[in-house]
């Protein structure tokens, strides 16, 4: 995710910023850049890759003179990593430099404005729009000018502003995504997270929704939209370094664990305008839809999982038949693809070996080709016809967890789409679906506040040789979830069961004490899986039932059960899979597991 630094004060600002930038690392990005302001006009240098290239070519900060300066990691969402789309962005007359985080959702419709106005833009970014208003509005008094645009833009952002008119100041608003104030002694701060800063100050303001930060290096005035006066409380931060990185937690995969209900609402949101769902650039017609005969969706390991649950969700929308095959089998079985087929690639980092070999069979077969990719620009997202991305952010943890949830969603968001190109779904279903998508964040929400539960029981169990994992149809595909995220961080053997099958075979492993954690959350089922519940009890199983809030009766048969809220059968996926997560998550932590780096594993897989 992109990180934002600004210093004002009476050091030579650029060396300071190259090292808050660099304590935002962590968080990911693929290009940099500064913007100093000298007294007189801004100087800006940036470009794609580490920080070390952006470092090296203003020889570490010592090339740029002056002591006000903002500076930005690009995390790619709207156009790919590059010199040009890099920040900070500079107005067309070079009269303000802007770095942003979030979204600006309306830019293109701003963008269209500005055109007219005779505005020329240099990148593909939404955020070079504020800069362009910025200076349309401008009038002499630099507030008045943020006001305005803040009218303007839609969307989630944190900025941070300088302007050449006035070189002692920076300004900083944000409205969703975090921002905070550095208060030190003859020199201030801005920044998206603490450890920018913490080695120089831990005195802080915690800039809240539509506040603007008026800074100099001798005092902090912030406003609200009518430009009057807020008062505001210091914070004092008391992390240290390595905690502020993982947000206070201690390991990445709970701190992504915990973010999910944001990337998921940061996914959906903007793709949902005036009650409609708008899906970025998709080309996708209703005829080229009519005239597939199957969509065959290929990916590797969780992202492998999710489309196991999205086979059943487009099937049941679309009634077009789905086949779902692991990267690496795919290319390997000489499979049917034409031009009839929709091949679906699903990839967090967009460079996972075996599913790049597979869009690459399936391109030669003729296939269109559809990837749903969280890393922009990525060799998965370059290669396909259209392009779906989950915007997560940045996935630090091996195992994925928020990465795999917005995948999810962004399926949803197909499915639906699909469903009502093709005309196969009422208006009133169409906007139940979009009710439920948009609630998805809140029910999350509301299961990570049970997250007390799945420790307690994790105390418990941490010790197990085996646990199984059983659940039919979208609960088998959260099976197998369940169970590899338990495997690959807590390396406890585990299997996951389509419950019918249990008994051909595997019920012989069930012993006294045997953990099965049974998923039951589609109502159409609930009755059949609680048959196979008992079977596993009859044979000294101890049972994890999962199941929504309507169905207490799981309690008469499972040791445990955990609920989660209802909604409709194809997005429980969504839900079912937060306690499985943190169940896996607390099992690992109790056996002192290396939880973010998992022996053997790697977090992207660029090799066969
Ligand atoms: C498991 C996990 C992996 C990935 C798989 C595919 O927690 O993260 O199974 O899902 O390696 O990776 P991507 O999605 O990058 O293609």
């Not at 009650?275 to 005829?287: A, F, P, Q």
């Not at 929504?548 to 445990?560: C, G, L, R, V």
Request: with cysteine; charged share 25%.
């Amino acid at each position: 995710m992109c990180g934002i630094v600004g210093y004002i004060g009476e050091d030579q600002a650029a060396p300071i910023l190259l090292n808050g930038l660099e304590k935002l690392e962590y968080r990911g990005y693929d290009s940099a850049g500064v913007a100093v302001c000298d007294g007189g006009s801004i100087q800006v240098e940036k470009c794609k890759g580490r920080l070390k290239v952006l470092a090296d070519l203003i020889d570490q900060g010592e090339k740029i003179p002056g002591t006000v300066g903002i500076g930005h990691t690009r995390w790619a969402t709207h156009g790919k990593p590059s010199d040009l789309n890099s920040h900070p962005h500079v107005s067309g007359q070079g009269k303000f430099a802007v770095v942003h985080n979030g979204i600006i959702e309306n830019h293109l419709m701003l963008k269209e404005f500005l055109l007219k106005q005779g505005k020329q833009f240099l990148s593909e970014t939404d955020t070079e729009v504020v800069a362009h208003l910025l200076e349309y509005y401008y009038q002499g008094d630099v507030l008045d000018a943020i006001i305005q645009v803040l009218h303007q833009v839609e969307g989630s952002y944190a900025l941070g502003i300088l302007c050449e008119d006035i070189p002692d100041q920076i300004f900083a608003v944000r409205k969703q995504s975090p921002l905070i104030i550095g208060l030190g002694q003859h020199e201030n701060f801005i920044a998206s997270d603490i450890p920018a800063i913490l080695s120089k100050t831990r005195e802080i303001y915690r800039l809240e929704n539509n506040e603007i930060a008026q800074i100099k290096k001798d005092q902090v005035m912030i406003y609200d939209l009518e430009k009057n006066i807020v008062q505001k409380e210091r914070c004092h931060i008391d992390w240290d370094i390595s905690a502020a990185e993982k947000g206070g937690y201690e390991h990445f995969m709970f701190k992504e664990i915990m973010e999910q209900p944001k990337a998921i609402a940061d996914t959906i949101q903007p793709r949902i305008q005036e009650g409609r769902i708008v899906l970025d650039d998709m080309t996708l017609t209703k005829e080229d839809l009519e005239q597939f005969r199957k969509i065959s969706i290929v990916a590797c390991g969780s992202a492998y999982h999710v489309g196991v649950v999205a086979k059943y969700v487009i099937e049941k929308l679309t009634r077009i038949p789905v086949d779902i095959d692991v990267a690496s089998e795919f290319r390997y079985r000489n499979p049917i693809i034409d031009e009839k087929v929709l091949v679906i690639v699903i990839s967090q980092s967009g460079e996972t070996a075996d599913t790049l070999a597979a869009l690459h069979e399936a391109k030669r077969l003729g296939a269109r080709v559809l990837s749903i990719v969280n890393v922009v620009g990525s060799a998965i997202a370059n290669e396909s016809d259209d392009v779906l991305y989950t915007w997560a952010g940045p996935e630090i943890s091996v195992a994925t967890t928020k990465a795999y949830s917005t995948q999810l969603t962004v399926v949803y968001l197909l499915a639906v789409y699909m469903a009502d190109l093709m005309g196969l779904i009422s208006r009133q279903e169409y906007q139940g679906y979009l009710d439920d998508l948009c609630h998805l964040p809140g029910q999350i929400e509301m299961i990570l506040k049970k997250k007390d539960q799945l420790q307690t029981l994790a105390s418990r169990y941490f010790n197990a040789k085996d646990i199984f994992f059983i659940g039919r149809n979208i609960d088998y595909a959260m099976s197998l979830e369940g169970s590899l995220k338990l495997k690959e961080i807590s390396y406890i053997h585990s299997e996951a069961y389509a419950a019918g099958e249990l008994k051909h075979g595997t019920i012989s492993l069930i012993e006294d004490g045997t953990l099965v954690v049974a998923l039951a959350t589609q109502d159409t089922l609930f009755e059949k899986m609680m048959s196979n519940v008992q079977e596993v009890t009859a044979r000294g199983a101890v049972v994890l039932g999962l199941t929504t809030e309507d169905h207490p009766e799981m309690e008469k048969s499972a040791t445990h059960t955990f609920y989660i809220p209802k909604t409709n059968d194809l997005m429980l996926a969504s839900l079912a899979v937060i306690p499985l997560q943190l169940f896996a998550y607390y099992v690992a932590s109790m056996k002192g597991c290396d939880i973010d780096k998992p022996r053997n594993l790697a977090k992207s897989v660029t090799v066969e």
